[in-house]
């Protein structure tokens, strides 16, 4: 792979790991602001905290 691939391969990496803690904080914020709960947001932070948690895992090797 050449150096440039994997730069943009890496960007892409973080990219991917701001989006679950990104999504979990608007719908945090919503809820915050008088937002009815309802189980397809609790579901999206449920999934986010996952997916993060599963990026971490990655990255760190643990996985």
């Excluded at 994997?6 to 602001?33: E, N, Q, R, T």
């Excluded at 309802?38 to 895992?57: D, E, P």
């Amino acid at each position: 792979m050449k150096k440039e691939n994997y730069k943009d391969l890496m960007a892409a990496y973080s990219l991917i790991g701001l989006v679950p803690p990104l999504g979990i904080l608007f719908i945090v914020i919503d809820w915050l602001k008088g937002a009815k709960v309802n189980a397809a947001s609790v579901i999206g932070v449920f999934l986010g905290i996952i997916l993060t948690v599963v990026y971490y895992l990655q990255l760190t090797g643990q996985m």
